[in-house]
């Protein structure tokens, strides 16, 4: 049984930082893109940032230039970076990850809290 398991969440200032980790766990044969997924209250999921297997990214137009996709392969865990926070980025953060298992599969995360307030 394969587990996405989020951690870095939590209250910080207009203009801070926050950097969110994400490992995954399990029979794990490779995984293919990771990524990271945001949800505000009343709106629709959104891709925040992605990275393949090679590390090739791509990003949100609202966080480029503030925000830093990365990952340890060796560790099967994806980062993200977070600086100069708005309180618009405030959202449930979901990690997902296209791992190859027993077949190819999407699996997500439980989702960790970022938010951004005076």
């Known amino acids: 049984q394969v587990q996405l398991v989020e951690s870095g969440g939590g209250l910080v200032q207009p203009g801070g930082s926050l950097r969110l980790s994400c490992a995954a766990s399990?029979?794990?044969?490779?995984?293919?893109?990771m990524g990271w997924y945001r949800q505000a209250p009343g709106k629709a999921r959104e891709l925040v940032a992605a990275i393949t297997s090679v590390g090739s990214t791509n990003y949100a137009d609202s966080v480029k230039g503030r925000f830093t996709i990365s990952r340890d392969n060796a560790k099967n865990t994806v980062y993200l970076q977070m600086n100069s926070l708005k309180p618009e980025d405030t959202a449930v953060y979901y990690c997902?990850?296209?791992?190859?298992?027993?077949?190819?599969?999407?699996?997500w995360g439980q989702g960790t809290q970022v938010t951004v307030s005076s």
């Open positions: 997902s990850a296209l791992i190859v298992d027993e077949g190819e599969n999407d699996y």
């Open positions: 399990g029979s794990i044969f490779s995984i293919y893109a």
